[in-house]
């Protein structure tokens, strides 16, 4: 049978240190509180960050100020109320073993030991330390009745590790010695590789002792539902993907959500309770936390909300009564939702690929001279696609990379943001796709770099893209002009700032690319040069920031070729990071016309609404589910607001079946559908929190 995850989730994330005077829950309160929120699922720890476990170990540390067995007893009553249970474990991080066994710590490369988060970090690569991780979750296993695992911190230091026990299995591995003093690109290729495949084999080797001892646990491991990760198979073998959300980080929570939601697996979001990042010992308001959870329930996923007791002094034992009324408002509100939320798929619009092997050859180029900004390339410029997407009110998704054709040519447009290199069977794939009829946006640095690093001469879907590579523009800067016809009068008659974020000092280090176009494509903008290349060191520059616009090229800035019978928008310059560093409405109006209008995507809805209400578009037997949310914050807080968005919402369907009504989900309240142009129109008249409108097929 599938694992089904549960909707209401908690997590008491209770890292304790093994030198206060108690540690100490007040049992009858606690479950009284929790039975009262209406949670389904309780994570709980037996390790924690700092070493101890919770429980009485014969394998690891226990924690000297606990008094008898608090997992032992949390697991009991959790199970008495008919909750799933599930045990947390901090892989590599731990105080105690800082001290007990120095030789297995995480190394820089000054030999010195590695601090991750401020605590002591053990190596994966260690045989050692892998035998006791996995003996001490087999004793917990063997001696309590959970229903599955969390894994925590399972990670390399960012500096990487570089101990006896990674140098062994690097150099028995790839054949030559782990000095990072002397590699290129490629040989940091094989250190992540070297990283990938430890961490992977580290994470199912616990899981296979557990496993050992009861079959049928869940699992789950935190960042396995990162796009910031680079491995295509973090995942395999979790039950469910789990990742953070951290308000005011809604962008960043929507594009985690579309990542899970695309690898089309149950996932969780871990929030914390509190006003800031974990351990605030603070609370956080329930419509900032309902605005997560609409996020996450959208897109079929939950939210595990954070919540800590004070361990001792005058309020020891107890979760404070506000933060359970918090929670409790928030998983009513959650019940009401979602049943209408469980397994639907979207409906296929915009597909965004996404590729672990390009963040791993990202983070290998960084690693180079000069190439620091490359790390964040690839999460960059999808997060900045996301959020033109999200305020364009187009529905989109995140897929792999291995995609299949036949899933690919369900999708009206598949975007590119920053691929850097594009394998021979992927490029086949994109080719069919658009030659079928299907529309393809790429973004700058896509296709021109091959498997190992290298630069290649031209793009490997010059083809596609109807360009030819040239060179590097000499300015940092660029600006958009010579506009076609298309974007007037809604784009401005001025030229239009790209300045990209990635910057060294205040000159951005990814530079135009230009670019030939070939015969019969059509040139959309043109790149205007700057009056300098500005010098802020030697003071040889215009104003306070960046130098005004000045030269008309005739080099391209967007492109729109035919291949087949589709179409090829290109971006030669950095537009997405462009807007993501000045969010200017101009870019996000160019883009609108280019999908909409250009592209004609979509052909089956259009949303018209507000910047601050988001969208998802789910699909099941009965028609639709349109997901509108309102993710406004107060003022520059963290927090949202609850108030009624009344501008009015609208809608217009082509969905390829007779539309029979549209209603409120919630409440029952009718929509009036007319039709027009052969669209069906409805208009939703504001939205407070989260609206689900179910839209009918005859």
Known sequence: MAYRLSSRMLFCDWHMPNFLPEVTIDFDEYFEQVQRTGAQTLIFQAKTAHGGSFFPTEVGVTNPSMAGDIFGEVCRRAKGLGLEFIAYYNMVLSWDLGRLHPEWSQLGRDGQPLRMFLYPCQCMSNDAFREYVGEHMAEVTRRYPIDGWFLDLQYFS??????????????????????????????????????????????????????????????????????????????????????????????????????????????TLFMPESQGSWGDWTVTTPETIQGLSAIALAHGGSLNINHVPYPCGDRAGKVPMIVWDTIAQTFEWVAAREELCRERTPVPVVACLHSADNNRLLAALSRTDGNAHLRSEAYGNEGALAQLLVETHIPWEIRPEDIALEELQRYELVALPCIPHIS???????????????????????????????????????????????????????????????????????????????????????????????????????????????????????????????????????????????????????????????????????????????????????????LSVKHALMEDAEGWLLHLIHVQKQTDSMYLDRFHRADPITVRLRPGWPVAGAENALTGEAFPCTEADGWTELTVPGVTDHTIVRIRRE
């Open 158 to 267: 960012p500096e990487g590790c570089f101990c006896p026990a990674c140098r062994e299995k690097f150099a028995a591995r790839f054949g030559y010695a782990l000095e990072p003093d002397e590699f290129g690109v490629e040989q940091w290729l094989d250190f992540y590789d070297h990283q990938v495949h430890t961490r992977e084999a580290f994470i199912h080797s616990a899981m296979d002792r557990c496993n050992a001892e009861r079959p049928g646990l869940s699992w789950s491991w935190n960042g396995c539902g990162n796009p910031v990760q680079l491995s295509a198979t973090l995942h395999d073998g979790a039950d469910y993907l789990s990742t953070e959300a951290h308000p005011p980080s809604y962008l960043h929570a929507g594009h985690t959500t579309r990542f899970c939601e695309g690898l089309r697996m149950p996932f």
């Open 424 to 610: 021979d069977d992927l490029a086949e794939r994109l080719r069919a796709y658009v030659e079928g009829g299907g529309n393809l946006l790429a973004g700058y640095l896509t296709s021109l770099y091959d498997a190992r690093g290298a630069r290649r001469s031209n793009f490997a879907l010059a083809d596609l893209f109807g360009m030819d590579f040239v060179e590097d523009s000499p300015f940092s800067i660029s600006y958009l002009d010579a506009l076609d016809e298309a974007f007037r009068p809604r784009v401005p008659d001025m030229p239009l700032l790209i300045k990209d974020t990635a910057s060294d000092r205040m000159n951005p280090k990814n530079h135009a690319l230009l670019c030939t176009p070939h015969e019969g494509t059509r040139v959309l903008a043109r790149i205007m040069d700057p009056v300098i290349e500005s010098d802020f060191e030697g003071g040889r520059y215009v104003y306070h920031d960046h130098a005004p616009p000045a030269y008309l090229t005739d080099r391209p800035a967007i492109t729109l070729s035919e291949f087949g019978a589709g179409r090829v928008v290109y971006l030669p310059v950095p537009f997405l990071r462009g807007f993501e560093s000045k969010a200017s409405p101009f870019l996000r109006e160019v883009f609108r016309i280019l999908i909409n209008d250009v592209l004609g995507v979509s052909a089956k809805v259009r949303i018209d609404a507000p």
